[in-house]
């Protein structure tokens, strides 16, 4: 069946969904969805076609929303997205993220849940919370949050987690337990020798085609891991700034992958010399090129936060970037041209580009 | 027979506009005795709802006000037959 490409944005102030022309040069807008509330993630149930976002309104709580007609209409629920009377108030959702048949989310503060029956209700993934570490877990300037639910494409024993600021988390039997996969992860903000868990990882990726491979976008560095992450590398040579959120894998090749360095934790959070680039390295990071034609060359104090990059499965596949500015700019051609896509957005929280049934 | 003294509810806007069918005013005829127990016959008819209002505990959310008949009130507060009871956000967001 012919398919279409939707890109699903985001942003402090409601869900959009973007439809680009076929040459992904121009795109129809609507929105916003959800009611206006902060939306931190948005993306695509496989099972059903429906649309998801998860977010948390600062009065009405943590929710996950769902649309079975691509975006006219929404429904919204938390049954089951709780810690309970013993364990603390819930605030937000941060991710959801559709694996072996069912759907987990990512929330603040930080637990997994999970749901089989398309995100009506919930169940706590308590093998996580019982970490013996639980009780160490602080909270990035962002929040105690689970922001990254990676599956393994195979094992569906196997899944992958990351929590700021507390680390990479792996599970080998479905969730029961989980391990601390931080070796060699650099904590700049704490004294004395790095510990098992306190790391602020931005954001982590599968390299494509290698689930034992895993790519790091951290508070202190770029980091591949070749064994499942259980030792990372830093990789931060020949990139401008140890700082940055996101991290986007090429959907065709292992050894690619594209981050966006911002300036420095401490000197603002914008584009090195106000200049906007996306970095690509295609050898898994010994090398890094910048990425400039067709973004702001000046003036560019912009941010990009960690689930605003994504990128399309077309041939040659599609980048898109969003800023908290409110600003998304697009490249058809794997990144190595941009163009502004859309203006005015709301700041953006995340971007995600699927394939729909046409 | 003596009236069942019925208990008006006042919801926000931004409440109702996330349950189709829900107004924004509206009466509960058999008296409910105390807020939570509002905010559970609130829940019967629109699933839901409760979340929406309430953290686990129960008690209500941070920035979700009630006042019974004017004055603040708690998820336990006493809601005496005939009152007002309203539901409002607090100022936050940005």
Sequence with gaps: MAQRLLVLVGTRKGAFVLEPSADRATFTTRGPFCNGWPIQHMTLDPKDGALLAAGGSPWYGQAVWRSEDLGATWTHSSEGLTYGEEGPAMRAVWHVTPANGALYAGVEPAGLFRSDDGGQTWQHVKGLTDHPSRSTWAPGNGGLILHTILPHPDDPQRMWVAISAVGCFATEDGGATWEARNHGVRTDFLPGPTPETGQCVHKMALATGDPERLYQQNHCGTYRSDDAGRTWTCLDEGLPSTFGFPLVTSPVDGDTFFTVPLNGDDRGRFMPDARMAVWRTTDRGATWHDLRNGLPQQGAYLGVLRDAMARDTLDPFGLYVGTSAGQLFASADEGESWRLALDFLPPISSVEAVLVDA | ?94
């Design chain 2, 1 to 94: 027979m003596a009236a069942v003294a019925m208990t008006v509810v006042v919801l926000p806007r931004s409440l109702a506009a996330l349950f189709p069918g829900m107004p924004h005013r509206l009466t509960l005829e058999r008296g409910p005795e105390t807020v939570g127990e509002v905010i559970a016959a609130l829940d019967a008819r629109w699933p839901g709802v409760r979340d929406r209002l309430c953290e686990a505990g129960p008690a209500l959310r941070p920035f979700i006000n009630v006042y019974v008949d004017g004055e603040p009130g708690t998820f336990a507060t006493p809601v005496p037959g005939g009152s007002t009871v309203h539901v409002l956000p607090a100022v936050a967001g940005g």
